[in-house]
């Protein structure tokens, strides 16, 4: 059974850097096959899509992020990182990190528990 | 970016009832539509894939069809576990979106 779970501070400064950590079990990042992506969910909205990233560094921004955004991997660790510069209070949510399964039917398959990131000084 | 647009925003049902939420695309996005379901305080959970595909341990009380723009997510004989918020979501192009949810409250 694949697991992720996401890591980080709940509380970042103003114009800072959120900087978040997924752990995935149960399943190794570098067997290839599926997208590592982020999500985040605004206090009591809907979904947004941030991004993925590739086992081999490939990656995909969302363009209303991109510019302020960095995705990177670590396979020995079987982590993947979110870096979101320039932080406002807009940013605020909730984060989650997801499998994108494209040959699994597609679509995220398995969920962190999502971690919130306040933006507050 | 492609429109996802769900209907009725909100929906209050018995239990035992059978409900239908609808979702559509602005533009045709052939059956790249999955459906999640979300409970308070809790992350997004992966019900239908593919339009109609159930994932695997879904309860086959889920049921969705449509393709091209129109979508339809099907609940029967609701049990008080399924009353959460439904998000239907395309894969057809990025970036991916969602649409803004149904609420399906216990009446």
């Known amino acids: 059974q694949v697991q992720l779970q996401e890591s980080g501070p709940g509380l970042v400064k103003p114009s800072q850097t959120l900087s978040l950590t997924c752990t995935v079990s149960?399943?190794?990042?570098?067997?290839?096959?599926?997208?590592w992506s982020w999500i985040r969910q605004h206090p009591g909205k809907g979904l947004e899509y941030i991004g993925y990233i590739y086992y081999s560094g490939t990656t995909y921004y969302n363009p209303s992020l991109r510019s302020r955004i960095t995705l990177s991997v670590d396979t020995s660790k079987n982590q993947f990182s979110l870096k979101l510069n320039s932080v406002t209070a807009a940013d605020t949510a909730v984060y989650y990190c997801?499998?994108?399964?494209?040959?699994?039917?597609?679509?995220?398959?398995?969920w962190g528990q999502g971690i919130l990131v306040t933006v507050a000084s | 970016d492609i429109q996802m647009t769900q209907s009725p925003s909100s929906l209050s049902a018995s239990i035992g009832d059978r409900v239908t939420i609808t979702c559509r695309a602005s533009?045709?996005?052939?059956?790249?539509l999955a459906w999640f379901q979300q409970k308070p305080g809790k992350a997004p959970k992966s019900l239908i894939y593919?339009?109609?595909g159930l994932r695997s341990g879904v309860p086959s009380k889920f049921s969705g069809s449509g393709s091209g723009t129109q979508f339809t997510l099907t609940i029967s004989s609701l049990q008080p576990e399924d009353f959460a918020t439904y998000y239907c979501?395309?894969?057809?192009?990025?970036?991916?979106?969602f649409g803004q949810g149904t609420k399906l409250e216990m009446k």
């Open positions: 997801a499998r994108d399964a494209p040959s699994d039917g597609g679509s995220f398959d398995y």
């Open positions: 149960g399943g190794s990042i570098s067997s290839g096959g599926y997208y």
């Open positions: 979501q395309q894969y057809n192009s990025y970036p991916y979106t």
């Open positions: 593919a339009a109609s």
């Open positions: 533009q045709g996005i052939s059956d790249y």
